[in-house]
């Protein structure tokens, strides 16, 4: 079973950018596919981006579409989400997850990471 850890939330001001990583440990992990979520408080869980096994496949939501830039590095069993033009409604805590297809369904991903914190200040 795939372990994964985020790293690289914090506090930015809007325009910035920052970039998020999850690693993973345990499964192959190219055989995976990865999504971004992330979770405002009190609001559901949303899909942000997500990448095929092979890294040449990749999805965005709509509101982030432009902006966000989803990929892996196999070498270093680890997915990135570099997010540019940050703006406050993008304040959130953000998930990385594994699973088994291309999708934009939380319940497609069957390994979560802890979360990262993501703070855009106006």
């Known amino acids: 079973q795939v372990q994964l850890v985020e790293s690289g939330g914090g506090l930015v001001q809007a325009g910035g950018s920052l970039r998020l990583s999850c690693a993973g440990s345990g499964g192959t992990f190219s055989r995976y596919f990865m999504g971004w979520f992330r979770q405002s408080p009190g609001k559901e869980r949303k899909f942000v981006a997500c990448i095929n096994g092979s890294g040449d496949t990749t999805y965005y939501g709509d509101v982030v579409k432009g902006r966000f830039t989803i990929s892996r590095d196999s070498a270093k069993n680890t997915v990135y989400l570099q997010m540019n033009s940050l703006k406050p409604e993008d304040t959130a805590v953000y998930y990385c997850?594994?699973?088994?297809?291309?999708?934009?369904?939380?319940?497609?991903?069957?390994?979560w990471g802890q979360g990262t914190q993501v703070t855009v200040s106006s």
């Open positions: 997850a594994a699973g088994q297809s291309l999708s934009i369904l939380p319940t497609s991903y069957y390994a």
